[in-house]
């Protein structure tokens, strides 16, 4: 399937160069490989039955009944609708328009309910769409905060490969401080501040002392893990009782929005962790987009020469935003011990700040549509979690595997070339 | 660069090739001319001429490879000048002290400082003995000295030479696994590295060696019938083409649609561990038969890399192999044009470019044969290391350790050897320090993450041990001034006076 997208896309490329338009098939290209994968699919493994999809579990305020429908026939409308989308995109192509994101966001749902139709066909069991989102919504949340700090970073000049580091030292610290003190809010203030103070080394290094960001992010990464590891054996396991056993988080209902059929019990019945997330991704935007510090953070990340000359203290805004990075990122860490379980373990984080990271380049950079990234590689997780449930023909692994497929394909067809912060990466010499 | 050659956020074009910006981590060997040879020499340059000139316009920063190299020339052509100059002793001890040897030196030092300090404060009798401490501190010392030596000194018995051994054998054997470690770390360091000088942020060692055991281990033990050398080559051979294409296929994206490397090979490892997964899982494909474990069968003898040194030791003909790489990436890189393009696309895509060097072809290019060098060393995994059958954890981290070597060798063949064997010899010795003193192996991490943390800020290094700081830039200035008023008064000496 690559070298059908080489192949469409190399001369196109070239067209590129002579007219000045800005569409290129990469899009279309990108919609067509999936819809024939999906097709196939179906072709290949036919399912028959009927799938039922429950909209709401019986405790819930507003009981919705549940829908079932024929699988197959269900799957090939959804393909229907997305061979339409594709057509759309292919005539918007032809007249040298962008494909709109409207309908990327129709061509995914649809095909993403056929498939979840195929998949559920015949199960005796309801596939909860309210666990699906939910669990969605919780398993983003490291992601969504590390995609953030890693944001706030980069916008500054300041490449962060050790959100990974930054997450589990949270993660760690928090479930000591949380296990000692009995409040999950003291836990969520060590596991900040403990973050920071990673970010604090990396900013020493990186900015004090000019050594390359992706150096010191990965080794920073390989110390925390190494450190954390060491002390989890010498301290947590003999003292599992006093130093790692927290009180968690209780799920916090807001009245009112919590009875909303679907999205009531899928956003509002959460714990503090996630509803300060719905707080700080617009936050994130605003500070960066709408304020003096922001507009500071990004002049030094996209030319701190220019920055210095108009009197701004680049290495005080470096700093300052690479702490807060951390800081935010360290808010993510703490959900892993005082929230998700309550106790801490080995290397727990399982690369989710690599996935952050790669939150932040999907994302081009941008809080909300990083934290979109972010809830996007939730959901795909908690899919599989999901299917397993309903036992879904797909081997385990394939379905464990699709997050990163369709990741590989959208970087690949979507999003396509992103620019990182023009100073991103490099330290700065004041002259 | 906007557009269509991004700066790659994670590797910069100036970046992860340690040796380009910081001074540090690249070591000079022994008897080359050393770092401030180009310093002394590079006054010598008349500003007028054109080499001169060449120099005076490359800016330092942003292409350090060029002036390196360029400086390197003005070097040969004066160095009859710099024999000419005063006081050698002085400045022979003045540059051994802030060279790139004492740096490394005191990074090592600084980093067993603080494993020492993490052992003394986890210790049982230094935490017993330490409430009385103002009673009786000898006893405390002597908890931690306890603590620290007989750490260090399992450490190194299990890395180089087991003194308790009965012979000279026996006492040997942790060099060799030392050795045995350190076979995959160099290969996959290698790939790692190469991609590094061509800009290109190889994360992706993990899935690379996925692959490359997954084939390799499927013909090792799936094909029967083989003899002995040509079943193994074509497992070997077989390897490193899917770490290859694992790798090609992240130079294929990134070079025809800009997707960022980065992403790419993370991705491409969770694919890579659940397809293996998958096989694994599977009766018929990779399972070993009869079994319930997600397990292989073991490799046929004809497929296994022959041991080394006698079938007593672990070391196996793979580490010739790893040799044999460093030799030939050290000959692509420094002696063929397409090491040239590849450090040049490293240096400054947008100049390579503009000299006719293919950048698409050469990220293509370098991608396949990083992610070959990193196959060979899922291969050397599963046809030397573990041979009885694997499971999904074949790779051992190795893919993510070799992203600290690469950087802890600087990004150039010779030093991702040096620290190939130096991590070979932590894991061995962290194991037997691990049985012999119940220190978890984790401080081995600590230890080798501060060690590449310190040498790549040799001016934090030089400013805790004191030690002088190399001052380039002032002194070029002053001499060049200096030669400048000299050659308008119509004196034409050579040299420093």
Request: glycine share 20%.
């Given at each position: 399937m690559t070298a059908t997208t080489v192949d469409a896309a190399g001369p196109d490329a070239r067209a590129a160069q002579r007219t000045v338009s800005t569409a290129t098939w990469k899009a279309a290209v990108g919609l067509g490989v999936v819809l024939v994968l999906y097709a196939l699919l179906l072709l290949l493994a036919p399912h028959e039955g009927s799938a039922r999809f429950a909209l709401s579990t019986s405790t819930d305020f507003v009981v919705l009944s549940t829908i079932v429908v024929p699988a197959m026939a269900t799957a090939w409308v959804c393909g229907a609708v997305g061979l339409l989308v594709l057509g759309y995109a292919v005539v918007r192509t032809r007249a040298g328009r962008r494909v709109p994101t409207w309908a990327i966001a129709v061509f995914a749902v649809a095909l993403l309910v056929g498939f979840l139709a195929w998949a559920a066909a015949g199960s005796p069991r309801d596939l909860s769409v309210v666990g699906l989102l939910g669990g969605a919504v919780g398993l983003s949340v490291p992601l969504v905060y590390g995609a953030l700090g890693g944001v706030v970073g980069e916008r500054a000049g300041v490449v962060n490969i050790a959100i990974e580091g930054q997450l589990l030292a949270g993660a760690f610290v928090a479930a000591i401080v949380g296990s000692i003190t009995n409040s999950p809010w003291a836990g969520l203030v060590a596991a900040v501040v403990a973050s920071a103070l990673v970010a604090l080394v990396l900013g020493a290094f990186t900015i004090t002392y000019k050594v390359n960001q992706v150096i010191v992010g990965v080794v920073l990464n390989v110390l925390v893990i190494g450190l954390t590891s060491f002390f989890y054996s010498e301290l947590l396991v003999p003292n599992a009782e006093t130093l790692n056993s927290t009180t968690r988080f209780e799920r916090l209902p807001i009245p009112l929005l919590e009875s909303i059929p679907v999205i009531g019990p899928v956003l509002f019945n959460q714990t503090i962790v996630v509803y300060l997330m719905y707080i700080a991704v617009p936050a994130v935007w605003y500070a960066l987009f709408r304020t003096r510090w922001g507009l500071q953070v990004r002049a030094v990340g996209e030319h701190p020469k220019a920055a210095d000359t108009v009197g701004i203290d680049v290495v005080k805004a470096r700093y300052r935003a690479v702490l807060i990075g951390g800081a935010v990122v360290g808010l993510g860490g703490a959900f892993y011990t005082v929230v998700s379980i309550n106790q801490f373990g080995r290397e727990m984080t399982a690369g989710a700040g690599f996935i952050a990271l790669a939150a932040v380049i999907f994302g081009k950079w941008d809080p909300l549509r990083a934290a979109l990234a972010g809830l996007l590689f939730g959901f795909a997780t908690n899919l599989q979690n999901v299917l397993s449930v309903v036992g879904s023909p797909v081997p385990s692994q394939f379905m464990l595997m699709l997050p990163y497929l369709v990741t590989l394909l959208a970087v690949a067809g979507l999003v396509g070339r992103s620019r990182a912060?023009?100073?991103?990466?490099t330290p700065y010499t004041k002259e | 660069m906007s557009g269509e050659t991004p700066r790659p956020d994670g590797a910069e074009p100036d970046g992860p090739a340690l040796g380009g910006t910081t001074p540090g981590p690249e070591t000079p060997e022994p008897g080359a001319p050393d770092l401030t040879a180009p310093d002394l020499t590079k006054a010598d340059v008349d500003p007028d001429s054109p080499l001169g000139e060449a120099i005076g316009s490359v800016d330092a920063v942003a292409e350090p490879g060029l002036a390196e190299e360029l400086e390197q020339e003005v070097a040969r052509e004066a160095a009859p000048a710099v024999e000419e100059s005063g006081d050698r002793w002085r400045d022979a001890l003045r540059r051994a002290t802030s060279g790139g040897w004492a740096v490394a030196l005191g990074a090592i030092v600084l980093a067993v400082v603080a494993g020492s300090i993490l052992i003394v404060v986890t210790d049982e009798n230094v935490l017993a003995s330490a409430p009385y401490f103002f009673a009786r501190p000898a006893d405390t010392f002597a908890a931690i000295g306890q603590a620290v030596g007989g750490a260090y000194s399992a450490l190194f018995q299990g890395a180089v030479y087991n003194f308790g051994a009965d012979s000279f054998a026996q006492g040997i054997r942790p060099l060799t696994q030392t050795l045995t470690n350190a076979t995959p770390l160099i290969a996959a360091g290698l790939g790692v590295a190469l991609a590094f000088r061509a800009g290109l942020f190889n994360i992706g060692g993990q899935g690379q060696m996925l692959m490359a055991a997954t084939a390799a281990g499927w013909i090792g033990f799936g094909v029967t019938g083989l003899p002995f050398p040509w079943h193994l080559l074509l497992c070997l051979v077989a390897g490193i083409a899917a770490g290859a294409l694992w790798a090609g296929i992240a130079g294929l994206l990134k070079a025809r649609t800009g997707a960022h490397e980065v992403i790419v090979t993370i991705m491409l490892n969770y694919v890579a561990f659940y397809l293996l997964s998958y096989f694994l899982a599977t009766p018929g494909l990779m399972q070993a038969p009869g079994s319930a474990n997600p397990k292989t069968p073991p490799m046929q003898d004809s497929a296994v890399l022959p041991p080394l040194l006698g079938s007593s030791y672990n070391l196996h003909w793979g580490f010739v192999l790893s040799l044999l790489a460093v030799v030939g990436v050290w000959w692509l890189l420094n002696r063929s044009s397409a090491g040239f393009a590849f450090r040049a696309v490293g240096e400054n895509p947008k100049a390579a470019r503009v000299a006719g060097i293919d950048v698409s072809r050469t990220t293509v290019l370098v991608m396949l044969v990083a992610g070959g060098l990193v196959g060979l060393a899922g291969t050397q995994q599963v046809l030397g290391s573990v041979t009885t059958g694997f499971s999904v954890d074949i790779d051992a981290g190795i893919g993510f350790d070799a992203i600290t070597v690469a950087l802890l060798g600087g990004s150039s063949p010779w030093g991702v050897l040096g620290a190939g064997i130096l991590f070979g010899g932590f894991k061995a010795g962290g194991s037997a320090m691990q049985a012999a003193q119940g220190i978890p192996i984790e401080i081995v991490l600590v230890v080798q993450s501060l060690i590449v943390l310190f040498i790549a800020a040799p001016p934090l290094v030089r400013a805790i041990f004191r030690l002088p700081q190399p001052e380039r830039t002032p002194r070029r200035r002053e001499t060049r001034r200096d030669r400048r008023r000299a050659a308008s008064t119509g004196t034409t000496e050579g040299g420093r006076a």
């Open positions: 912060p023009a100073a991103s990466g | -």
